[in-house]
């Protein structure tokens, strides 16, 4: 658990600066002057400003509150969605349970960011359209996941002795089934955090996810990658807040995933 220690202090920090980047940021992050664009990094604006004469660093503080609270929401929504549909589709079987797993068989022979650039296309772009074509995408792999673990706990004797006590399919479901199901899902989702992170930043990057002057890190560096020679910060400052926000995330995952392998 130590070990685990330090990744978590590292990942709450990073989401404490998203939850109140409002309050942290030195400049209003929308606020322009152009008489001040492209001034490199110095001691008023610490990563300089951009084209328009926006502070940089307040638009790295505040694009972690759209990019990292909208994929944590977002991969939530997946993780809960897809496992719930896999339970059942493990615990019941059936039509319903064929049905799903076809259908999720169809997302996931599809090359994802292929899948999610298209489907955020024809969605008309947007943060909300392009978190959709990713939640449309995301599913399958939790949904695969969670019905492998619901076959296995469903031939548990405890299930046996609970449906003779009278229990229904329902409380069995969301008392025996899903929280066993619980811990892998967890670690699985740990681990994915900061691939969401980059899809959801790429589809910004590639002008199907926020708009300006939105500050989100994907569509700053979208803004700001004709620049890279003259104004190398603007591209570079977001770039490295989504270096350091994934690894992050990653680390922890992986810590995450090597504890609870220990605790089995």
Request: proline share 5%; aromatic share 8%; hydrophobic share 55%.
């Amino acid at each position: 658990m130590k070990s685990l220690i330090p990744y978590l202090a590292a990942a709450g920090l990073l989401i404490f600066i998203a939850v109140f980047a409002d309050w942290l940021t030195p400049f209003d992050p929308y606020a322009q002057d152009l008489e001040g664009a492209l001034a490199p990094p110095n001691a008023t604006n610490l990563l300089g400003t951009d084209r328009y004469g926006r502070d940089v660093l307040s638009r790295v503080i505040v694009g972690s509150q759209t990019t990292l609270c909208a994929s944590l929401l977002l991969l939530a929504t997946i993780a809960t969605a897809g496992s719930l549909i896999g339970a059942v589709c493990g615990y019941c079987g059936g039509w319903l349970d064929t049905f799903l797993m076809r259908l999720s068989d169809v997302f996931l022979a599809f090359p994802q960011m292929v899948f999610a650039i298209a489907a955020a296309g024809a969605l008309g772009g947007g943060l909300l359209n392009a978190a959709a074509a990713l939640a449309i995408i995301g599913w399958p792999k939790y949904a695969r996941i969670s019905r492998g673990l619901a076959l296995t706990i469903r031939a548990m004797p405890y299930l046996d002795a609970a449906k003779m006590a009278g229990s229904s399919s329902a409380a069995i479901l969301f008392t025996h089934v899903l929280p066993n199901i619980a811990g892998p899902v967890l670690v699985t989702a740990a681990l994915d955090i900061g691939t969401i992170i980059m899809e959801l930043a790429g589809l910004s990057f590639l002008g199907l996810g926020a708009m300006p002057p939105t500050a989100e890190w994907g569509a700053m560096m979208n803004n700001g990658r004709s620049m890279l020679q003259t104004a190398p910060w603007v591209i570079l400052a977001p770039g490295t807040a989504i270096f350091i926000t994934v690894a992050t995330f990653n680390l922890l995952g992986d810590k995450l995933r090597d504890f609870m392998g220990g605790q089995r």
